[in-house]
């Protein structure tokens, strides 16, 4: 392998669902005829990493330190950039970036710029209690003109604990109540929902809703080919359709 070439580094494990999913996302999304058309790619997924809201809520430990070990194992094996499909550890990005010289792609920061570009002016965000505290889509959004809008205190706990059913590995008894917290978000006026915790769209598809619904975990996926200089394969939309 030659240093110029693309590796795209995937830190993962949070939660290992979300992982293969990203993994999946960004080979459905690489225009491929062969095996050889895909990129290279390494993925180092560490269930082990610390929950990033219990930190956030000063309720854990910092995971930091497993992150940064992560980096190292990418770094190692040549990773040219570095992708991490989930959103709550997007709070930690800048220590981590900080750390190593390999670019850390910005999912957040991608999301809000791809919705800003779609006309959507008014999202609604379903994610962990630690993203929405942090305001990490808030303070992304405010920078692009855009309003992010957040379920109340009960309606998000039961995000919460529909995330937590994802990760446990029953995402229908989930859908129910992400479909409720969506539909609450779209009566208050928003444009398009943000699936905003990599778990989420495992149980949590558009054809459910009637508001668009929007997957950072593609935009990342896409926005991680892009970078590594690979065509995209025309698959369905990141930020969803215009419901009819």
Same mark, same amino acid.
């Given at each position: ?9 995937? *830190? ?9 999913? /990203?993994?999946?996302? *960004? ?8 095996? @050889? ?8 997924? #560490? ?6 809201? #219990?930190? *956030? *809520?000063?309720?854990? %430990? #910092?995971? =930091? ?9 990418? %770094?190692?094996?040549?990773? =040219? ?40 002016? =008014? ?9 929405? $505290? ?12 855009? =309003? ?8 998000? @706990? ?56 929007? #997957? ?5 996926? %896409?926005?991680?080919? $892009?970078?590594?200089? /690979? ?14």
């Amino acid at each position: 392998m030659q240093p110029q070439e693309p590796v795209i580094g995937i *830190l993962g494990g949070m939660g290992p669902a979300a992982t293969a999913d /990203f993994y999946t996302k *960004l080979v459905r999304h690489t225009r491929a005829h062969r095996d @050889q058309d895909h990129p290279r790619t390494v993925i180092w997924s #560490d269930p082990t990493i610390p929950d990033r809201t #219990d930190a *956030l *809520l000063g309720l854990g %430990e #910092d995971p =930091t330190p497993w992150m940064l070990r992560g980096l190292k194992h990418l %770094e190692e094996v040549g990773a =040219t950039l570095i992708a991490v499909p989930c959103n709550t550890a997007h709070a930690f990005v800048p220590e981590l970036q900080a750390h190593t010289g390999v670019p850390i792609l910005h999912m957040i920061e991608e999301t809000v710029a791809l919705l800003a570009a779609s006309g959507v002016t =008014t999202a609604g965000l379903l994610a962990t209690t630690g993203t929405c $505290r942090t305001e990490l889509y808030q303070g992304s959004a405010q920078r692009w003109g855009l =309003t992010v809008q957040v379920p109340g205190h009960e309606a998000q @706990q039961k995000v919460m604990d529909a995330i937590q059913q994802i990760k446990g590995g029953r995402p229908s008894v989930a859908a129910a109540a992400l479909v409720q917290a969506a539909q609450e978000l779209q009566a208050q006026g928003a444009q398009a929902v943000i699936a905003g915790c990599t778990e989420i769209p495992l149980a949590l598809s558009e054809e459910m809703l009637q508001v668009r619904l929007v #997957d950072p975990t593609a935009v990342l996926a %896409e926005a991680a080919l $892009r970078r590594a200089g /690979f065509a995209l394969s025309g698959a369905e939309s990141p930020v969803g359709a215009v419901p009819s």
